[in-house]
């Protein structure tokens, strides 16, 4: 396979949220996202899955532990405060305005995610094993899908 130079499992003009499939959170910020999402800008991969793991060896993130959502445009990637930021930016309606954040000093930012990021299981619950996506939502995921 020719190196393309993007991460595996995702083609040039897609846009990733890779998400912890077992954190209630983390399911609940990719059930906002397929919400609203309305363009269906973004697809998801949990970190979990095949690709996940892929994907994160790809760009050197830890595989065993997941700490941090990232955001993956083509080749590029986003992570903590700077990806959910940069993934409200894109969404529609007063959401957007939350990008406004970006003002505020980046260690401040991501002090404060990795409050929220560190604590999630404690604060929010997991679930045992990954939630699997409803049939109506399957095309909004990479796990398990195959790229043409």
């Known amino acids: ?23 209630r959170l983390c399911n ?29 060896a790809w760009f050197g993130l830890p595989t065993d532990s ?14 903590r405060s700077d990806a959910v930021l940069r993934v409200l930016s894109q969404l529609s309606g007063g959401w957007r305005l939350l990008s406004g954040l970006r003002v505020l000093p980046r260690s401040l930012r991501d002090w404060c995610y990795d409050r929220i990021a560190l604590n999630r299981y404690r604060l929010f619950g997991r679930y045992d094993s990954c939630l699997l996506p409803s049939a109506d939502h399957q095309a909004r995921f990479i796990d398990g899908e195959s790229h043409s």
Do not use: N
């Open 1 to 23: 396979m020719p190196d393309t130079g993007l991460p595996p499992h995702i083609q040039a003009h897609e846009r990733v949220v890779l998400f912890d499939g077992v954190c």
């Open 28 to 56: 609940g910020w990719a059930k906002f996202l397929i919400r609203h999402d309305a363009e269906r800008r973004f697809r998801l991969c949990s970190v979990q899955s095949q690709e996940g793991q892929a994907i994160l």
């Open 66 to 79: 997941f700490e941090t959502m990232a955001y993956i445009e083509g080749s590029q990637l986003f992570v």
